[in-house]
Protein backbone atom coordinates (compact mmCIF):
# COMPACT_ATOMS: atom_id res chain seq x y z
CA UNK A 1 0.00 0.00 0.00
CA UNK A 2 1.53 3.62 -0.94
CA UNK A 3 2.82 5.83 1.81
CA UNK A 4 -0.43 7.90 3.14
CA UNK A 5 -0.47 11.62 3.29
CA UNK A 6 -2.44 13.40 5.91
CA UNK A 7 -4.02 17.06 6.13
CA UNK A 8 -5.49 18.37 8.87
CA UNK A 9 -9.32 20.02 7.92
CA UNK A 10 -9.32 23.68 9.36
CA UNK A 11 -11.89 27.53 9.22
CA UNK A 12 -11.04 30.04 10.54
CA UNK A 13 -14.83 30.39 12.17
CA UNK A 14 -16.59 29.16 15.48
CA UNK A 15 -18.28 26.32 13.74
CA UNK A 16 -17.74 24.86 10.41
CA UNK A 17 -19.13 22.28 7.80
CA UNK A 18 -22.46 23.53 8.31
CA UNK A 19 -22.77 21.61 11.65
CA UNK A 20 -22.61 24.16 15.39
CA UNK A 21 -20.53 21.85 17.76
CA UNK A 22 -18.75 25.45 19.62
CA UNK A 23 -21.40 24.61 22.67
CA UNK A 24 -19.21 21.09 23.17
CA UNK A 25 -17.23 21.86 26.64
CA UNK A 26 -14.20 20.92 24.99
CA UNK A 27 -14.16 22.93 21.98
CA UNK A 28 -11.87 25.77 21.55
CA UNK A 29 -12.68 26.77 18.01
CA UNK A 30 -14.61 29.83 19.28
CA UNK A 31 -10.79 31.05 19.95
CA UNK A 32 -10.38 31.16 16.08
CA UNK A 33 -9.90 35.13 15.96
CA UNK A 34 -6.94 34.85 18.20
CA UNK A 35 -3.16 34.30 17.05
CA UNK A 36 -2.65 31.79 20.23
CA UNK A 37 -5.43 29.10 19.07
CA UNK A 38 -3.42 29.31 15.38
CA UNK A 39 -0.39 28.95 17.03
CA UNK A 40 -1.47 25.96 19.37
CA UNK A 41 -3.25 23.68 15.77
CA UNK A 42 -0.10 24.47 13.57
CA UNK A 43 2.56 23.31 16.21
CA UNK A 44 0.08 20.15 16.99
CA UNK A 45 0.51 19.74 13.43
CA UNK A 46 4.28 20.26 12.68
CA UNK A 47 5.04 18.04 15.44
CA UNK A 48 3.50 15.45 14.39
CA UNK A 49 4.39 15.63 10.75
CA UNK A 50 0.98 16.18 8.87
CA UNK A 51 1.36 17.54 5.13
CA UNK A 52 -0.37 20.24 6.05
CA UNK A 53 -3.37 22.71 7.34
CA UNK A 54 -6.47 23.09 4.95
CA UNK A 55 -7.89 26.32 5.75
CA UNK A 56 -11.64 26.25 4.37
CA UNK A 57 -13.59 29.67 3.55
CA UNK A 58 -16.95 30.41 2.40
CA UNK A 59 -18.72 33.34 1.41
CA UNK A 60 -22.70 34.89 1.72
CA UNK A 61 -24.25 33.12 4.51
CA UNK A 62 -27.18 31.15 4.92
CA UNK A 63 -30.81 32.49 3.05
CA UNK A 64 -33.79 31.30 3.65
CA UNK A 65 -36.11 32.77 1.48
CA UNK A 66 -34.35 36.20 1.62
CA UNK A 67 -33.90 36.29 5.43
CA UNK A 68 -31.00 34.98 7.71
CA UNK A 69 -32.54 33.12 10.35
CA UNK A 70 -31.33 34.28 13.89
CA UNK A 71 -30.22 30.85 14.72
CA UNK A 72 -27.48 31.62 12.47
CA UNK A 73 -26.77 34.33 14.36
CA UNK A 74 -27.02 32.46 17.89
CA UNK A 75 -24.74 29.60 16.66
CA UNK A 76 -22.20 31.22 15.10
CA UNK A 77 -23.47 29.36 12.17
CA UNK A 78 -21.91 30.82 8.77
CA UNK A 79 -20.37 34.16 10.33
CA UNK A 80 -18.07 35.80 11.76
CA UNK A 81 -15.01 34.82 9.88
CA UNK A 82 -11.36 35.32 9.28
CA UNK A 83 -9.49 36.03 6.07
CA UNK A 84 -7.57 32.74 5.63
CA UNK A 85 -4.88 34.35 3.47
CA UNK A 86 -3.83 36.29 6.35
CA UNK A 87 -3.96 33.47 9.06
CA UNK A 88 -1.95 31.63 6.51
CA UNK A 89 0.56 34.37 6.71
CA UNK A 90 0.61 34.68 10.25
CA UNK A 91 1.15 30.79 10.53
CA UNK A 92 4.39 31.01 7.78
CA UNK A 93 6.56 32.67 11.21
CA UNK A 94 5.22 30.07 13.79
CA UNK A 95 6.15 27.16 11.64
CA UNK A 96 9.24 25.60 9.49
CA UNK A 97 7.60 22.85 7.08
CA UNK A 98 4.03 22.72 7.78
CA UNK A 99 2.26 23.01 4.43
CA UNK A 100 -0.36 25.99 4.47
CA UNK A 101 -2.99 25.98 1.92
CA UNK A 102 -5.93 28.34 1.92
CA UNK A 103 -9.18 28.32 -0.33
CA UNK A 104 -10.14 31.17 -2.85
CA UNK A 105 -12.93 31.85 -4.73
CA UNK A 106 -12.67 32.52 -8.92
CA UNK A 107 -15.73 34.06 -8.56
CA UNK A 108 -15.17 36.58 -5.95
CA UNK A 109 -11.16 37.19 -6.20
CA UNK A 110 -9.36 39.48 -8.69
CA UNK A 111 -7.14 37.26 -10.04
CA UNK A 112 -3.93 40.11 -10.38
CA UNK A 113 -4.20 41.27 -6.79
CA UNK A 114 -5.18 37.07 -6.03
CA UNK A 115 -2.23 36.25 -7.84
CA UNK A 116 0.31 38.83 -6.15
CA UNK A 117 -1.13 38.03 -2.66
CA UNK A 118 -0.67 34.14 -3.40
CA UNK A 119 3.03 34.39 -4.79
CA UNK A 120 4.34 36.72 -1.48
CA UNK A 121 2.53 33.89 0.84
CA UNK A 122 4.89 31.45 -1.20
CA UNK A 123 8.19 33.53 -1.23
CA UNK A 124 7.91 34.04 2.64
CA UNK A 125 7.42 30.55 3.00
CA UNK A 126 9.93 28.64 1.03
CA UNK A 127 7.06 27.15 -0.88
CA UNK A 128 4.82 25.79 1.39
CA UNK A 129 1.68 27.40 -0.06
CA UNK A 130 -1.36 25.96 -1.51
CA UNK A 131 -4.79 26.90 -2.91
CA UNK A 132 -7.98 25.52 -3.16
CA UNK A 133 -9.46 26.98 -6.12
CA UNK A 134 -13.00 26.94 -5.66
CA UNK A 135 -15.85 28.53 -7.71
CA UNK A 136 -17.95 28.94 -4.68
CA UNK A 137 -20.62 27.05 -3.03
CA UNK A 138 -22.68 30.16 -1.59
CA UNK A 139 -22.69 31.96 -4.56
CA UNK A 140 -26.20 33.70 -4.00
CA UNK A 141 -25.61 36.01 -1.13
CA UNK A 142 -21.54 36.11 -1.27
CA UNK A 143 -22.49 37.33 -4.88
CA UNK A 144 -24.80 40.15 -3.46
CA UNK A 145 -22.02 41.06 -0.39
CA UNK A 146 -19.38 41.55 -3.49
CA UNK A 147 -21.72 43.34 -5.17
CA UNK A 148 -20.95 40.97 -8.45
CA UNK A 149 -23.29 39.34 -10.49
CA UNK A 150 -24.72 35.71 -9.96
CA UNK A 151 -23.11 33.73 -12.32
CA UNK A 152 -24.40 30.00 -12.87
CA UNK A 153 -22.83 26.42 -11.50
CA UNK A 154 -22.00 25.02 -14.61
CA UNK A 155 -20.37 28.87 -15.71
CA UNK A 156 -18.74 29.67 -12.59
CA UNK A 157 -16.15 26.90 -13.85
CA UNK A 158 -15.75 28.81 -17.42
CA UNK A 159 -15.12 31.47 -15.53
CA UNK A 160 -12.48 29.86 -13.24
CA UNK A 161 -10.39 28.17 -16.58
CA UNK A 162 -10.32 32.30 -17.51
CA UNK A 163 -9.23 32.97 -14.42
CA UNK A 164 -6.18 30.21 -14.41
CA UNK A 165 -5.42 31.02 -17.71
CA UNK A 166 -4.52 34.68 -16.27
CA UNK A 167 -2.67 33.93 -13.14
CA UNK A 168 -0.68 30.99 -14.82
CA UNK A 169 0.33 33.97 -17.04
CA UNK A 170 1.37 36.02 -13.76
CA UNK A 171 3.24 33.26 -11.91
CA UNK A 172 4.74 31.06 -14.47
CA UNK A 173 5.09 33.38 -17.43
CA UNK A 174 5.93 37.12 -16.32
CA UNK A 175 9.18 36.51 -14.68
CA UNK A 176 11.57 34.03 -15.20
CA UNK A 177 12.39 31.64 -12.12
CA UNK A 178 16.11 32.92 -12.39
CA UNK A 179 15.64 36.51 -13.55
CA UNK A 180 16.61 38.53 -10.09
CA UNK A 181 20.24 38.20 -10.12
CA UNK A 182 20.94 40.11 -6.29
CA UNK A 183 24.39 41.41 -7.81
CA UNK A 184 25.06 44.71 -6.05
CA UNK A 185 28.44 45.41 -8.51
CA UNK A 186 25.80 44.71 -11.54
CA UNK A 187 21.95 44.10 -11.77
CA UNK A 188 19.56 43.62 -9.59
CA UNK A 189 17.20 41.84 -12.64
CA UNK A 190 17.90 40.85 -16.03
CA UNK A 191 15.24 42.66 -18.15
CA UNK A 192 15.77 39.71 -20.91
CA UNK A 193 14.04 37.40 -18.03
CA UNK A 194 10.96 40.02 -17.02
CA UNK A 195 8.17 39.60 -19.55
CA UNK A 196 4.45 41.55 -20.26
CA UNK A 197 1.67 39.39 -20.27
CA UNK A 198 -1.70 39.72 -22.05
CA UNK A 199 -4.62 38.52 -21.28
CA UNK A 200 -7.88 39.45 -23.13
CA UNK A 201 -10.70 37.02 -21.71
CA UNK A 202 -14.13 36.42 -21.45
CA UNK A 203 -14.47 37.31 -18.32
CA UNK A 204 -10.75 38.69 -16.70
CA UNK A 205 -8.67 41.46 -18.80
CA UNK A 206 -4.46 42.13 -17.89
CA UNK A 207 -1.90 44.04 -19.31
CA UNK A 208 1.06 44.22 -18.46
CA UNK A 209 4.12 43.54 -15.89
CA UNK A 210 3.66 41.00 -12.87
CA UNK A 211 3.85 42.41 -9.60
CA UNK A 212 5.79 39.53 -8.11
CA UNK A 213 9.08 37.40 -8.77
CA UNK A 214 8.99 34.13 -9.76
CA UNK A 215 8.05 32.38 -5.79
CA UNK A 216 9.70 29.15 -5.31
CA UNK A 217 6.74 27.02 -6.53
CA UNK A 218 5.73 29.21 -8.76
CA UNK A 219 2.15 27.89 -8.70
CA UNK A 220 0.78 27.37 -5.95
CA UNK A 221 0.20 23.69 -5.06
CA UNK A 222 -3.29 23.66 -6.68
CA UNK A 223 -6.26 22.25 -4.61
CA UNK A 224 -9.40 21.19 -6.06
CA UNK A 225 -12.96 19.45 -4.83
CA UNK A 226 -15.37 20.00 -7.19
CA UNK A 227 -17.43 16.90 -8.15
CA UNK A 228 -20.27 17.93 -10.46
CA UNK A 229 -19.56 16.73 -13.89
CA UNK A 230 -18.05 19.75 -14.76
CA UNK A 231 -16.43 20.43 -11.86
CA UNK A 232 -14.22 16.80 -11.90
CA UNK A 233 -13.49 18.13 -15.43
CA UNK A 234 -12.06 21.48 -14.09
CA UNK A 235 -10.39 19.00 -11.76
CA UNK A 236 -9.45 16.92 -14.09
CA UNK A 237 -7.43 19.42 -15.89
CA UNK A 238 -5.79 21.67 -13.23
CA UNK A 239 -6.00 20.17 -9.69
CA UNK A 240 -2.86 18.31 -8.30
CA UNK A 241 -4.64 17.57 -5.22
CA UNK A 242 -8.35 16.82 -5.26
CA UNK A 243 -10.42 16.30 -1.81
CA UNK A 244 -13.29 14.17 -2.17
CA UNK A 245 -16.08 14.07 0.36
CA UNK A 246 -16.07 10.61 2.97
CA UNK A 247 -18.31 8.08 1.12
CA UNK A 248 -18.85 4.28 0.74
CA UNK A 249 -15.68 2.97 -0.26
CA UNK A 250 -16.80 1.49 -4.25
CA UNK A 251 -18.42 5.26 -4.56
CA UNK A 252 -15.32 6.72 -3.98
CA UNK A 253 -13.31 4.20 -6.29
CA UNK A 254 -15.73 5.38 -8.98
CA UNK A 255 -14.86 8.82 -8.30
CA UNK A 256 -11.23 8.45 -8.29
CA UNK A 257 -11.29 6.50 -11.58
CA UNK A 258 -13.31 9.57 -12.72
CA UNK A 259 -11.10 12.36 -12.23
CA UNK A 260 -7.60 9.90 -13.19
CA UNK A 261 -9.49 9.77 -16.52
CA UNK A 262 -10.25 13.32 -16.60
CA UNK A 263 -7.10 14.14 -16.21
CA UNK A 264 -6.11 12.01 -19.27
CA UNK A 265 -8.51 13.25 -21.69
CA UNK A 266 -6.24 16.64 -20.28
CA UNK A 267 -3.21 15.32 -21.04
CA UNK A 268 -1.58 14.47 -18.01
CA UNK A 269 -0.43 11.61 -16.35
CA UNK A 270 -3.25 9.32 -14.33
CA UNK A 271 -1.12 9.76 -11.11
CA UNK A 272 0.39 13.16 -11.19
CA UNK A 273 -3.42 13.96 -9.17
CA UNK A 274 -3.48 12.70 -5.83
CA UNK A 275 -6.63 12.20 -4.24
CA UNK A 276 -7.36 12.93 -0.76
CA UNK A 277 -10.68 11.66 1.23
CA UNK A 278 -12.20 13.92 4.00
CA UNK A 279 -12.03 11.43 6.88
CA UNK A 280 -13.64 11.99 10.45
CA UNK A 281 -12.81 10.05 13.59
CA UNK A 282 -13.83 9.82 17.03
CA UNK A 283 -11.39 7.84 19.03
CA UNK A 284 -11.52 6.53 22.44
CA UNK A 285 -9.42 3.66 23.97
CA UNK A 286 -12.42 1.33 23.74
CA UNK A 287 -15.68 1.45 21.41
CA UNK A 288 -17.78 2.50 24.54
CA UNK A 289 -16.16 5.58 25.36
CA UNK A 290 -15.79 6.36 21.85
CA UNK A 291 -19.59 6.22 21.26
CA UNK A 292 -20.05 8.09 24.21
CA UNK A 293 -17.80 10.90 23.25
CA UNK A 294 -19.56 10.98 19.97
CA UNK A 295 -22.73 10.97 21.51
CA UNK A 296 -21.85 14.17 23.21
CA UNK A 297 -20.95 16.09 20.20
CA UNK A 298 -24.44 15.33 18.96
CA UNK A 299 -26.03 16.41 21.95
CA UNK A 300 -24.07 19.40 22.03
CA UNK A 301 -25.50 20.11 18.65
CA UNK A 302 -29.11 22.28 18.06
CA UNK A 303 -31.09 21.13 15.59
CA UNK A 304 -33.06 23.99 14.39
CA UNK A 305 -29.62 24.62 12.59
CA UNK A 306 -30.16 21.98 9.98
CA UNK A 307 -32.46 23.89 7.92
CA UNK A 308 -30.97 27.08 7.84
CA UNK A 309 -27.60 25.19 6.86
CA UNK A 310 -28.67 23.13 4.55
CA UNK A 311 -30.02 26.72 2.55
CA UNK A 312 -26.68 27.76 2.95
CA UNK A 313 -24.90 25.47 0.73
CA UNK A 314 -27.88 24.77 -1.65
CA UNK A 315 -30.51 27.48 -1.21
CA UNK A 316 -32.82 25.18 -0.86
CA UNK A 317 -35.55 25.54 1.86
CA UNK A 318 -36.02 21.68 3.17
CA UNK A 319 -38.36 23.13 5.31
CA UNK A 320 -40.55 24.17 2.90
CA UNK A 321 -41.19 20.53 1.63
CA UNK A 322 -43.25 17.67 2.48
CA UNK A 323 -40.73 15.34 4.56
CA UNK A 324 -41.62 12.21 2.13
CA UNK A 325 -40.00 14.20 -0.87
CA UNK A 326 -37.58 12.10 -2.86
CA UNK A 327 -34.33 14.16 -2.82
CA UNK A 328 -34.31 13.49 -6.23
CA UNK A 329 -36.72 16.31 -7.47
CA UNK A 330 -34.45 19.10 -5.68
CA UNK A 331 -32.72 20.78 -8.16
CA UNK A 332 -29.97 23.87 -7.18
CA UNK A 333 -27.61 26.18 -8.73
CA UNK A 334 -25.51 26.48 -5.85
CA UNK A 335 -23.87 23.55 -4.61
CA UNK A 336 -24.69 20.49 -6.30
CA UNK A 337 -23.03 18.01 -4.72
CA UNK A 338 -25.15 18.61 -1.54
CA UNK A 339 -28.18 17.82 -3.88
CA UNK A 340 -26.98 14.69 -5.50
CA UNK A 341 -24.93 12.72 -2.54
CA UNK A 342 -28.51 11.74 -1.08
CA UNK A 343 -30.06 10.38 -3.86
CA UNK A 344 -32.19 7.74 -2.91
CA UNK A 345 -32.97 9.32 0.33
CA UNK A 346 -35.93 11.57 1.44
CA UNK A 347 -35.90 15.25 2.94
CA UNK A 348 -36.49 14.45 6.04
CA UNK A 349 -34.08 11.79 6.16
CA UNK A 350 -31.39 14.38 5.05
CA UNK A 351 -32.74 16.96 7.76
CA UNK A 352 -31.70 14.82 10.15
CA UNK A 353 -28.88 13.66 8.70
CA UNK A 354 -27.69 17.23 8.10
CA UNK A 355 -27.84 18.15 11.95
CA UNK A 356 -25.40 15.82 12.71
CA UNK A 357 -22.88 16.24 10.15
CA UNK A 358 -23.41 19.32 7.84
CA UNK A 359 -21.67 18.62 5.04
CA UNK A 360 -19.18 16.49 6.39
CA UNK A 361 -19.65 12.28 6.19
CA UNK A 362 -19.99 10.68 9.36
CA UNK A 363 -17.41 9.82 11.44
CA UNK A 364 -15.71 6.29 11.93
CA UNK A 365 -16.56 6.11 15.70
CA UNK A 366 -14.14 3.44 17.50
CA UNK A 367 -10.97 2.00 19.22
CA UNK A 368 -7.91 3.70 17.63
CA UNK A 369 -7.02 -0.18 15.54
CA UNK A 370 -10.58 -0.13 14.20
CA UNK A 371 -9.87 3.29 13.23
CA UNK A 372 -6.66 2.77 11.53
CA UNK A 373 -8.15 -0.03 9.69
CA UNK A 374 -11.14 1.91 7.93
CA UNK A 375 -8.65 4.23 7.03
CA UNK A 376 -6.45 1.31 4.75
CA UNK A 377 -9.82 -0.07 3.75
CA UNK A 378 -10.67 3.48 2.37
CA UNK A 379 -7.44 3.80 1.30
CA UNK A 380 -6.79 0.14 -0.51
CA UNK A 381 -10.26 -0.31 -1.84
CA UNK A 382 -10.36 3.51 -3.29
CA UNK A 383 -6.62 3.82 -4.53
CA UNK A 384 -6.62 6.99 -2.07
CA UNK A 385 -3.40 9.19 -1.39
CA UNK A 386 -4.20 10.33 1.45
CA UNK A 387 -6.81 12.07 3.68
CA UNK A 388 -7.74 15.32 4.84
CA UNK A 389 -8.96 14.72 8.45
CA UNK A 390 -12.13 16.71 9.83
CA UNK A 391 -11.96 17.21 13.38
CA UNK A 392 -15.12 17.41 15.15
CA UNK A 393 -14.01 19.37 17.82
CA UNK A 394 -10.58 21.36 18.28
CA UNK A 395 -7.55 20.74 19.07
CA UNK A 396 -9.35 17.06 20.70
CA UNK A 397 -10.25 15.16 17.52
CA UNK A 398 -6.45 16.23 16.15
CA UNK A 399 -4.84 14.93 19.37
CA UNK A 400 -6.61 11.89 19.66
CA UNK A 401 -5.89 11.35 16.01
CA UNK A 402 -2.50 12.39 16.26
CA UNK A 403 -1.52 10.12 19.60
CA UNK A 404 -3.54 7.26 18.87
CA UNK A 405 -4.26 6.41 15.31
CA UNK A 406 -1.02 8.00 13.58
CA UNK A 407 1.22 5.58 15.25
CA UNK A 408 -0.58 2.56 14.76
CA UNK A 409 -0.37 3.98 11.16
CA UNK A 410 3.25 4.73 11.00
CA UNK A 411 3.89 0.97 12.61
CA UNK A 412 2.05 -0.64 9.47
CA UNK A 413 4.34 1.43 7.26
CA UNK A 414 1.40 3.21 5.64
CA UNK A 415 2.18 6.85 7.35
CA UNK A 416 5.15 8.85 6.82
CA UNK A 417 7.45 10.04 9.47
CA UNK A 418 7.66 13.41 8.54
CA UNK A 419 8.72 15.68 6.39
CA UNK A 420 11.24 14.16 3.35
CA UNK A 421 11.39 17.19 0.91
CA UNK A 422 11.58 21.02 1.60
CA UNK A 423 8.27 22.52 -0.65
CA UNK A 424 4.91 21.14 -0.56
CA UNK A 425 4.38 20.54 -4.08
CA UNK A 426 7.69 17.89 -3.87
CA UNK A 427 6.63 16.06 -0.31
CA UNK A 428 2.30 15.85 -1.97
CA UNK A 429 3.02 15.61 -5.82
CA UNK A 430 6.26 13.51 -5.76
CA UNK A 431 7.82 15.97 -7.94
CA UNK A 432 11.31 16.29 -7.75
CA UNK A 433 11.62 20.24 -8.26
CA UNK A 434 9.06 22.92 -6.51
CA UNK A 435 7.78 24.06 -9.53
CA UNK A 436 4.65 22.10 -11.75
CA UNK A 437 5.02 19.24 -13.32
CA UNK A 438 5.34 19.58 -17.37
CA UNK A 439 2.04 18.13 -18.05
CA UNK A 440 0.01 20.31 -16.20
CA UNK A 441 -1.41 22.73 -17.99
CA UNK A 442 -0.21 25.65 -15.92
CA UNK A 443 3.79 24.99 -17.50
CA UNK A 444 2.56 25.62 -20.63
CA UNK A 445 2.48 29.48 -19.31
CA UNK A 446 5.93 29.67 -18.69
CA UNK A 447 8.22 32.12 -20.77
CA UNK A 448 11.24 29.89 -21.81
CA UNK A 449 8.19 27.26 -22.99
CA UNK A 450 6.70 30.08 -24.48
CA UNK A 451 9.57 31.36 -26.49
CA UNK A 452 10.20 27.97 -27.52
CA UNK A 453 6.99 27.46 -29.33
CA UNK A 454 7.05 30.70 -30.89
C1 LIG B 1 -12.97 18.39 1.69
C2 LIG B 1 -13.70 19.49 1.00
C3 LIG B 1 -13.40 20.81 1.31
C4 LIG B 1 -14.08 21.86 0.69
N1 LIG B 1 -13.78 23.16 1.03
C5 LIG B 1 -14.48 24.18 0.50
C6 LIG B 1 -14.24 25.54 0.89
O1 LIG B 1 -13.41 25.81 1.73
N2 LIG B 1 -14.98 26.52 0.32
C7 LIG B 1 -15.95 26.25 -0.62
O2 LIG B 1 -16.59 27.20 -1.11
N3 LIG B 1 -16.20 24.98 -1.01
C8 LIG B 1 -15.49 23.96 -0.47
N4 LIG B 1 -15.76 22.66 -0.84
C9 LIG B 1 -16.79 22.44 -1.87
C10 LIG B 1 -16.22 22.24 -3.24
O3 LIG B 1 -15.26 23.21 -3.59
C11 LIG B 1 -17.33 22.30 -4.29
O4 LIG B 1 -17.86 23.57 -4.37
C12 LIG B 1 -18.43 21.38 -3.95
O5 LIG B 1 -17.90 20.07 -3.84
C13 LIG B 1 -19.49 21.43 -5.01
O6 LIG B 1 -18.96 21.03 -6.22
P1 LIG B 1 -19.70 21.35 -7.55
O7 LIG B 1 -19.83 22.84 -7.60
O8 LIG B 1 -18.80 20.83 -8.64
O9 LIG B 1 -21.01 20.69 -7.45
C14 LIG B 1 -15.09 21.59 -0.25
C15 LIG B 1 -15.39 20.26 -0.57
C16 LIG B 1 -14.71 19.21 0.04
C17 LIG B 1 -15.06 17.78 -0.31
Known sequence: MKQLRFGLFENAQTNDSGTATWRHPDNQRHLFDTLAYWKNIAEICENAGLDFIFLAD?????????????????????????????????LISTTEKLGLVLTGSTLLEQPYSFARRIASLDHLSKGRIGWNVVTTGTAETASAAFGVPMVAHDERYNMADDFMELVYKLWEGAWEPDA?????EGRYADPDKVHRIEHDGPYFRSNGYGNTSY?????????????????REFGGRHGECI????????????????????????????????LMAAFSCVVAPTHEEAERKY??????????????????????????????????????????TQVARFAGLTVGDVLKDWHAHGVRTKPVVGTPEEVADAICELAEGADLDGFLLTPVIQPGSTVDFIEQVLPILRERGVAGTGYDAPTLRQRLVGTETPVLREDHPGAGFRAQQAALTL
Open 180 to 184: LELDK
Open 295 to 336: QEVLDSQTPEVAVASYAWFTGLDLSSYDPATPMTDLHTELSQ
Open 58 to 90: AWGWADVNGERPDICTVEGLDLPRLDPAIVAAA
Open 215 to 231: SPQGTPVLFQAGSSERG
Open 243 to 274: FLGGAPVAKLAGQVAAIRAEAVAAGRAADSIK
